[in-house]
């Protein structure tokens, strides 16, 4: 797989680790991405009946709509629905997969923009998992296919803690933020290159813009950044003003670590400076809950190559403790 390999301080693996504590589903989850495209290895949780040819390569072009419409049909009627947010600068979907219970049939005019989604349901928390920003980040797109499979299949078998979950959680699935990076990146290509043209890497979008770095920042006293070569930055601010997430996930390649916010800080600082939220203990809990759940990242030594010293108390961190982000 494709991963970043720079200069650069390494990606965050889980951001905002939200759902994190609810999706470890019913299995310790055997899937340890290694920073910098060492090993992936995914099997599925107990019980589940694991078609081989399902895990063994990554889902290009039409197949990634494909492979949600195939997840949202492993439930039963009235759990999914499947929909884009927006498009890419190369016109690819921004494929969001919807998975709660009761939300009646589709849209009968084969509708599959944000208004496919369908209404709120009333009482029931919003959350959100995003993957695959930087385009060559491949396993959490990948992860979030598998996941939809889990959560619709095991619902429809039955699964008390999945039906429990649906019933009472509003579940949104974004695996792919950046489909046209995900394109031009090569598997097994791990270099992370500045000359080419924009873009070329496959991190950035096809404007040579990296989403991860193109948000408006909450501490910047100047104008905000245009969003004009970053329609999927557009796409995803104008679905979270449309709704009303609790909590949410970025889920990227880079350390075995899951941070917490804020990712950055007023003082901009490159490092070392703890930037607090109102609900510190809240995400300090949910980041603790995924890593010690994780074989590797609750070692919080993952050792992983070019920074074997790098270390985690408890594998979680505080985002701009780390290094400090603009734009995230």
């Known amino acids: 797989m494709a991963s970043d390999w720079d200069a650069r301080p390494p990606l965050r693996s889980g951001r905002l680790p939200l759902l994190l504590c609810l999706l470890l589903l019913r299995s310790p989850a055997r899937a340890a991405h290694i920073k910098k495209a060492e090993a992936t290895t995914t099997t599925t949780s107990a019980g589940t009946e694991a ?14 709509g494909s492979a949600l419409k195939e997840a949202a049909a492993a439930g039963p009627p009235g759990l999914a629905r499947l929909f884009s947010i927006g ?78 979950l649906l019933n ?64 999927e930055v557009r796409a995803l601010i104008d679905w979270i003003r449309r709704n009303k997430f609790v909590l949410s996930g970025n889920l990227h390649g880079g350390s075995v670590v899951a941070s917490y916010p804020f990712d950055d800080s007023p003082e901009h600082k490159a490092t070392g400076i703890y930037s607090k939220t109102s609900d510190d203990e809240v995400f300090k809990y949910l980041a603790k809950a995924y890593a010690s759940n994780h074989p590797i990242m609750k070692t919080g030594a993952p050792h992983c190559p070019g920074d074997e010293d790098e270390t985690f108390k408890d594998g979680i961190t505080n985002g701009a403790h780390w290094y400090d982000v603009e734009g995230m």
């Not at 078609?51 to 990634?64: C, N, S």
């Open 51 to 64: 078609d081989e040819g399902q895990f063994d390569r990554y889902y290009h072009g039409e197949e990634l």
């Open 87 to 164: 498009n890419s600068v190369e016109g690819r979907p921004l494929w969001v997969l919807r998975l709660t219970a009761g939300l009646g049939p589709p849209p009968p005019d084969g509708n599959a923009g944000p208004d496919a989604a369908g209404p709120l349901l009333p009482g029931r928390p919003q959350v959100k998992l995003v993957g695959n920003m930087h385009g060559d980040e491949t396993v959490s797109r990948q992860v979030l296919i598998y996941l939809a499979r889990e959560l619709a299949a095991g619902y429809r078998r039955g699964d008390p803690r999945l039906v429990r």
């Open 168 to 231: 009472t959680t509003d579940v949104y699935l974004l695996p792919s933020l950046n489909p046209d990076g995900f394109e031009r990146a090569h598997e097994g290509d791990c270099g992370l290159s500045d000359s080419g043209p924009p873009g070329a890497s496959g991190r950035d979008n096809s404007r040579g813009r990296d989403l991860n770095r193109s948000f408006p920042d909450q501490f910047s006293t100047g104008e905000p950044p245009s969003l004009d070569d970053v329609p």
